[in-house]
């Protein structure tokens, strides 16, 4: 393609997926690189430029790369889920292409094929404003992304072998901050500097696979200033709970005595808690970080409270000029409401994890695919669960195939994510924002939407679910295309936690929809297939 006049930069990079081995706690284990980066490359772009990343495959298994929270307005061909794309083969490559439009924030990208999630092969994505819209902040010293991980010892394909055989993850070995955990002998190198005085830019992303990590800072406060996307109003936290998939933006002023703090992540929610360290250094620094770290809060109300206290920004720019409360979202009226309950069973020795009954299989062709060639009818059925289902759908008998949503493009649509389970839940939507407009205790019912914040909910791609409690989240479909709406724990997701939502564009034109790009990978029935007649405007 082409650059013309006038057009948004481009940002061009070449990442070779390799195996490496390395001991992140302690013990050698095989972890995928990339660039011989572990965590991989920070992407560092700015709204609305255009991003060519040429992925070389050279791991022994099909893989793929998502960008979690990035929109890809008209473009689920680039969303990098098996919903919507043919992994890149072993020794092949594919070069995604998409734009960060509209858009600000604090992202990861992550694998999506097997459990390759579990090794490696994710990183920070960071959006800047562009220069002529106010951020609601001065400019930090310097600007760090910090990823927090529970970790596994074990390789990706022994963590598969496990669920294929119809057990469960047990309990992490570890966490890691940034890939690494600080053993506190004096030897440790600091992951960050500081210098006195100065404020800093933290952006802290749990890419884990199955724990809330609760994040400190040892004597410091953070300043919340923006999560996944949105600016919110600016509260002071001692601590962080960052559920899987989250990502969180804080400012951190260096107003301590000049030596080295740890920043804490540890494990929430289990009886056995797992720390992780990393030190952050004062550039003047005179001495060991303190052997004492901040205490974590125990159980769940204390996190509940704090979701409550996140407020979006209503006066702040986002990647427009106009100020974020300007789209009143609570005075749109709500056309179609879908209720998910996720449930687990072992029948039959398989474990398998369902919303609303179905355990979710990804068919050899991706489902965008055959509805884009006119093949849907023989690769899957659309609207096989119900919008409302019964309670006792939770201990039902479990259907293993592909779980797909047909939904009206443009329609507003209230989603309830309920929880029996006495486990946490996270679950994350591609292609959107929403708003997370209630997370409470119990089961859902219309009266609970008195209880919603319908003025100042925070925009975001993440929503956590407590045990035995519900969350509500409100959003328009108006971004055409195929669009998963997965669990975050991951082997949730990898055993059928998950579904698509299909949003087709009845005009099928360009305005709506981009066609599928010319060097896309093709595989299942519509390998040799003729190409459809492209949209056009």
Request: hydrophobic share 35%; proline share 6%.
């Amino acid at each position: 393609m082409l650059g013309v006049l006038g057009e948004d930069p481009y940002l061009f990079f070449t990442w070779n997926v390799t195996y490496g081995t390395l001991s992140p706690l302690g013990v050698p284990q095989q972890v995928i690189l990339i660039n011989n980066q572990f965590p991989g490359p920070n992407i560092n772009s700015t709204s609305n430029n255009n991003i060519v990343i040429n992925v070389f495959n050279n791991l022994d298994e099909p893989f793929l790369l998502t960008w979690s929270g990035i929109q890809q307005r008209k473009n689920s061909w680039q969303d990098g889920v098996l919903g919507t794309n043919c992994p890149i083969l072993p020794g092949t490559n594919y070069t995604y292409h998409f734009q960060v439009k509209d858009q600000i924030g604090s992202y990861i990208y992550y694998p999506t094929t097997g459990m390759h999630r579990a090794t490696g092969g994710f990183g920070g994505l960071r959006i800047n404003s562009r220069l002529l819209i106010p951020v609601p902040y001065a400019d930090p010293e310097d600007d760090y992304t910090v990823i927090l991980n529970d970790w596994y010892s074990k390789s990706h394909t022994a963590l598969q072998k496990l669920l294929d055989s119809g057990r469960t993850l047990a309990r992490p070995d570890g966490v890691l901050v940034n890939g690494k955990n600080a053993k506190g002998d004096g030897k440790d190198e600091p992951l960050f500097t500081m210098k006195p005085g100065k404020t800093y830019k933290y952006r802290i992303c749990n890419a884990g696979l199955k724990n809330t990590l609760n994040f400190r800072i040892q004597g410091h406060t953070m300043k919340l200033v923006e999560m996944e996307g949105s600016h919110v109003v600016q509260n002071v936290y001692e601590s962080l709970d960052v559920h899987v998939g989250q990502c969180f933006s804080v400012l951190v002023t260096a107003n301590q005595d000049p030596k080295d703090y740890y920043m804490v992540a540890s494990t929430r929610f289990n009886k056995q808690v797992l720390t992780g360290k990393g030190i952050i250094r004062y550039t003047n620094g005179k001495g060991p970080a303190s052997p004492e770290l901040p205490e974590a809060p125990v159980g769940w109300a204390w996190s509940l409270n704090q979701f409550r206290s996140f407020r979006w920004n209503l006066t702040a720019s986002a990647a427009r000029p106009n100020p974020q409360g300007s789209y009143h979202y609570g005075s749109i009226n709500i056309t179609r409401t879908i209720k998910l309950i996720n449930s687990a069973s072992q029948e039959g020795g398989k474990l398998r994890y369902a919303l609303n009954g179905v355990s979710h299989v990804n068919p050899e062709t991706p489902l965008k695919l055959a509805e884009y060639y006119g093949v849907a009818d023989k690769v899957f059925k659309y609207d096989t669960i119900l919008d409302s289902p019964q309670a006792n759908v939770a201990n039902a008998k479990i259907v293993t195939q592909p779980n797909v949503l047909n939904l009206t493009f443009r329609n507003f649509v209230e989603i309830i994510f309920e929880n029996h389970e006495k486990s946490m839940q996270s679950y994350h939507l591609d292609g959107y924002s929403f708003f997370a407009v209630a997370v409470e205790p119990g089961t859902w019912t219309p009266e609970k939407r008195k209880h919603y914040n319908l003025l100042d909910a925070v925009s975001r791609t993440t929503v956590q679910v407590y045990p035995k409690s519900w969350a509500a989240i409100l959003l328009t479909f108006d971004n055409a295309g195929l669009w998963n709406i997965r669990s975050e724990m991951w082997e949730r997701a990898y055993l059928g936690q998950q579904l698509y939502a299909s949003v087709l564009s009845p005009a099928r034109s360009l305005r709506d929809e981009y066609n599928l790009p010319d060097n896309s990978l093709l595989c299942g029935i519509v390998k040799d297939m003729p190409k459809p007649a492209p949209y056009s405007i």
